[in-house]
């Protein structure tokens, strides 16, 4: 996060000096901006860096406890300088937050500057090769060049000048980054999947008839039901992160040339499908160590590694649910835009024909389910803005209203996102293989109506609630999905395989590509330090004594 906020916060000036020095290595550093009190109300940060005119420095401090920055990566041990976002005062005015570069270390010795106190903040649930730290000044000034003056700058005499057309240009870094963790996802749920999926072929478990073999595990239905779901949705992510890349880059061209009008369905979309991502890849990477038995539990399975690493990814760079409330304020002005009669931006335009009043038709097809998905993104949201309204007559303020409406904002936002990300699965499907073998196709298309088919059957109350969607259509939809299961079966293996993951990149003992499962498993078992010596020492001190009646 470093680099991409000296691109993106830097003057040109500016970036010629510290550029060169960050992607050489001279310098390392980190970005701190959470605080032991605040991570998601950036507002609320308490850091402050007050000018001084005389001096033409910043005074940073860190005026209480929970002011102290927490959690930045590598802040604690490795770093020499960061990206402090702080308060800024000049003039006795303060301007909110602004970010500055700030050495916190000497660069031959290492040790902290007078002024500046840093460590790490201690054992995570995962990450726990990365020093995250924490940071607190003590009147610790730093020059005022230091600011970073592409979006604001304060002048030698203190004068503050606004330069940047949108308000929140300076959390582009956070955007860049929500959109790169969306590409995360997909590589981190397609290791699991292959791990999983590659093990489900070689674990053997259960004869359902008393004469036959036993079966490979990935021939039963509940487990091809949680496995091959999992490969849909790193499909799925893996083509949408492609095309979020895509609107990213195009709206930073725009807002090269000054505009800025596209940035808010950009910031809607990469919080949603950041957040949305990040889930649902931590949550079926948890299924694919459900779907290893116990094995999956064992470290060497690789799976609660990935699992640590990426769950943490739901609450960084913008925890889930807050994320899904900025897509919400985005939609509800969407609808107010259709009940005005004004045009729509590309991703909501499905709103506009969505507010009939009636049910819609139900249609199993893939575009009728996405319709459906629509639909229902669309009912929702008008649920939600009627409550929101209700409310309002009651006499409540905007905030309050809001407040008790965000458990259905956060529905309308979820179920808007999981229309997008469908749609664009489908048309990247469609693009990529307008050349691909008939076979590539097919198996590409099991997949995508494995994901489509899936949450139909994830959202039956609600799509009884929105569409004319009736019992028997729901029972045919269980049988098409569970057929479509075993098309897939034969493929499986060959599909995960397609992912090209080395051995080296899994880091697994179920999922390497020989299928060595057993012997891997013990291998990794005699690294085990207890397996140093027959007889632990622990067994002298402790257990004999205990044993005899001597403890
Ligand atoms: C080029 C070299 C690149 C090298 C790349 C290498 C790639 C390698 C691959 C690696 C892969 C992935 C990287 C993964 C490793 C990264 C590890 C990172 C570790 C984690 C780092 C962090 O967590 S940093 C801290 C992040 N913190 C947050 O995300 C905080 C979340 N909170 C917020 O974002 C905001 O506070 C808020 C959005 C919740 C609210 O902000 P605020 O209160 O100020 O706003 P309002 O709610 O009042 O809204 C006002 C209006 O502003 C709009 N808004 C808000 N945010 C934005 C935005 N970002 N952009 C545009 N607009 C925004 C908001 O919608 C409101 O609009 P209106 O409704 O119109 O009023
Ligand atoms: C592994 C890891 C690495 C990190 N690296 C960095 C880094 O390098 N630099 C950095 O600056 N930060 C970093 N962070 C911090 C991270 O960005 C924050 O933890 C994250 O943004 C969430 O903020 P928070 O911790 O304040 O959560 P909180 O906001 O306190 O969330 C707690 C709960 O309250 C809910 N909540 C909060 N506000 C609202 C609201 N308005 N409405 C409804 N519910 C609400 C949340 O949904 C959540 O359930 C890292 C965090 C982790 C876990």
Redesign the pocket.
Known sequence: ?F??TL?GQCTPEQQAYWLPRALDMQIIGT?A??ELGH??????LETTATYDPETETFVMNSPTLTSYKW???GLAKTVNYCIVVAQLYTKGVCHG?HPFIVQIRDEETHMPRPGVKVGDIGPKLGFNTADNGYLGFDNYRIPRDNMMMKNAQVLKDGTYVKVAR????T????????V??V??AAFNLAKACTIAVRYSAIRRQCSPDSEGSELQVLDYSTQQHKLFICIATAHALQLNSTWLWKTFSDTLAAIKQGNVDT??E???L??CLKALSTADAASLIEQCRHACGGHGYMMSSGLPYLYAFVT??R?????YT??L??TA??LV?AYEQVEAGKPLTPTVSYLSQAFTGKKLPWDSSPDGIIRAFQALAAGKLSSTVKSLRKRLESGLSYEQAWELSTIQLNGAAEAHCRAVMSQNYKSEIERLTVNSSPNVKLVLQQLYKVYLYYWALERTGDLLLYTSISESDIFELQLRYEGLLKEIRPNAVGIVDAFDLRDEVLHSALGSYDGNVYERLMAEAQKSPLNAEPVNQTFHTYLKPMMKGKL
């Open positions: 996060m680099v991409p691109m970005y901006q959470t991570g998601t109300f950036i507002r609320g959690w930045a990566g937050t949108h308000g929140k240009a959390y582009g870094t956070m955007v860049f980054v929500r790169l963790l590409n995360e940035l808010p950009l910031h809607a990469s919080s943490a990814t609450t960084y760079e913008g925890d807050i994320l409330l900025q304020r985005f002005k």
